[in-house]
């Protein structure tokens, strides 16, 4: 049965102010995102970083466009080209 509660009806709880830090990894479409805050005493967060997939990949992507090129000396640029957008083309459904 599903449930009849209202979102006027929920309550929340409040937070508390106090100084800290976290950090959490969450699944999302492209890969996992990783993320830090840190919280000062007032609980206002004073620092944040977080790692995109896409980030994590960008260093993979890199080393295939440079193993394109690579391989393909000797190739005419439009060859080149084709190849490298190809490349890019296949690796951008991974962002």
């Keep these: 049965m599903a449930s009849t509660a209202t ?8 937070p508390s102010n106090r100084a800290g830090e976290g950090t959490a990894a969450t699944e999302v479409p492209r890969g996992t995102l990783f993320h ?3 919280l ?12 995109t997939p896409t980030a994590q ?3 993979n992507v ?7 090129v690579r391989d ?7 060859v080149l080209r084709s190849r490298l957008a190809a490349q890019a083309r ?3 459904r991974y962002r």
């Excluded at 000062?40 to 790692?51: H, L, R, S, T, W």
């Excluded at 890199?62 to 394109?68: D, G, M, S, V």
């Design 7 to 14: 979102f006027s009806s929920l309550t929340a709880s409040q």
């Design 36 to 38: 830090h805050y840190v």
């Design 40 to 51: 000062d005493a007032g609980g206002c967060v004073v620092a944040a970083d977080e790692i």
């Design 57 to 59: 990949n960008f260093s």
């Design 62 to 68: 890199e080393e295939q466009l440079r193993a394109t």
């Design 72 to 78: 393909g000396r000797g190739e005419s640029d439009e």
């Design 90 to 92: 296949r690796r951008s």
